[in-house]
């Protein structure tokens, strides 16, 4: 059995009040939907509530819940909504994020992180952890709606057809908001490389 006939056999048991089903359903998804709202709001504490909340709203929308529709776009739709909720209270948040790749306009993609050529020496580990640093707060200076796009697909790995159900947004402006987003936080990476940074 696919993975996909797997959850929807127990969309259809929670559907039927089996509760059972229901806890199987956080189980698959309480980790990967706790590192995304993590992402999001920067904070453990406000990522549990947001979890927890995200899970509240998905037991009692299941009754209206489409059975064709993906699980995982659902609960992430849901968990999207309560972060953006949550910013919009909160005007600044510390964040911590890790982002790895960058792919230019011509689809092609390059590494942040710097080549294991050779055994790193500790002025190595610095560059790298300074540069990792700059990226980190080039992300939290994003506005929610390039944010979100940024962590959908390039930590949840989320497709382009995925975020535009979550977000309920058109592909097209999918894939805009996340060339935005990687056109921000490049203009703060290499500023830092030409030393106009701290």
């Known amino acids: 059995m696919d993975t996909l006939s797997a959850e929807l056999m127990l969309v259809e048991r929670a559907q039927a009040q089996d509760e059972t089903a229901f806890e199987q359903i956080m189980q698959l998804y309480a980790d990967r939907l706790y590192n995304y ?4 709001v920067g904070n ?5 509530d947001i979890v927890q909340e995200t899970f509240l709203r998905a037991y009692q929308g299941l009754p209206s819940f489409d059975r064709r529709a993906s699980l995982s776009t ?4 849901i968990a999207t909504n309560l972060c953006i909720d949550h910013q919009r209270r909160r005007a600044r948040r510390v964040q911590t994020v890790s982002y790895a ?25 610095v560059l790298h ?25 390039d930590v949840e790995e989320l497709s382009y057809e995925e975020i535009a159900r979550v977000l309920n947004i058109p592909m097209g402006t999918v894939k805009s ?20 940074t701290k």
Request: avoid cysteine.
């Open 101 to 125: 790749d960058y792919e230019d306009d011509a689809g092609e993609t390059s590494e942040w992180e710097f080549a294991d050529t050779h055994t790193p020496s500790p002025m190595d580990a």
């Open 129 to 153: 952890k300074e540069l990792q640093q700059v990226v980190e707060q080039a992300v939290a200076t994003l506005s929610p709606k390039l944010k979100t796009v940024l962590l959908l697909y």
């Open 74 to 77: 659902w609960l992430y739709r």
């Open 37 to 40: 709202v993590l992402r999001m």
């Open 44 to 48: 453990r504490a406000d990522a549990e």
């Open 177 to 196: 908001r996340l060339n935005h987003a990687r056109s921000q936080i490049q203009k703060q990476v290499e500023a830092y490389l030409r030393g106009e």
